[in-house]
């Protein structure tokens, strides 16, 4: 496998635009070489098979949805409460939104693991450690909320975010006034 990270990456993220284009069936090393205008066997030079390829793309997918360093650090300091649960939530909401091809592609994927079991196998790893690493931070950071708030909190991110990507049900509504509703549902008021 060749190791040259910049390019990895480029055709990881040419991946994720394939993905999100095109869906799974689009997806081949072909069509990332054609996508990241690479020489035909860039890909597979990188990526040896479908499987390294989307585990390459969960790689990247993590690597891009990520919140900055200095995100972190200016919320650190302040104090664990609702409030700074909600902005934590909305910061979320605002990365996967803003990044629309990384969170189209990402539904795209699922979707797919619900009809091969092989990419289901990559996938629920991938999607339970990134849910302990999420259960882990809201323990330490002394935020409000458990393992049951956090997994609601992700049913409902991921069901606001396919509403917001696709055919919305109420478009009129803004997405803080719903991130406040799931808030002040799911973690009352001590």
Known sequence: MAKNTTRRSALSDAGIAVLAREGSRGLTHRAVDDEAGVPTGTTSNYFRSRD??????????GERLAPSPEDLARRAGQQPDRALFADYLRDIVRR?????????????????SGRRPELAALLGPWL??????????????????GRREIAL???????????????????????????????????PEA
């Open 128 to 145: 339970r450690a990134g849910f302990e690493a999420d259960v882990e931070f809201n323990r330490s950071a002394g935020l409000p909320g």
């Open 52 to 61: 390294a390829l989307v585990a390459g793309l969960f790689e990247r997918i």
């Open 153 to 187: 909190f992700h049913y409902a991110i991921d069901g606001l975010l396919l509403d917001r990507l696709t055919t919305s049900v109420d478009p009129d509504v803004p997405v803080d006034d719903v991130i406040d509703a799931l808030v002040a549902g799911l973690l």
């Open 96 to 112: 996967l939104s803003a990044d629309s091809d990384v969170t189209r592609a990402l539904f795209e994927l699922r979707l797919d």
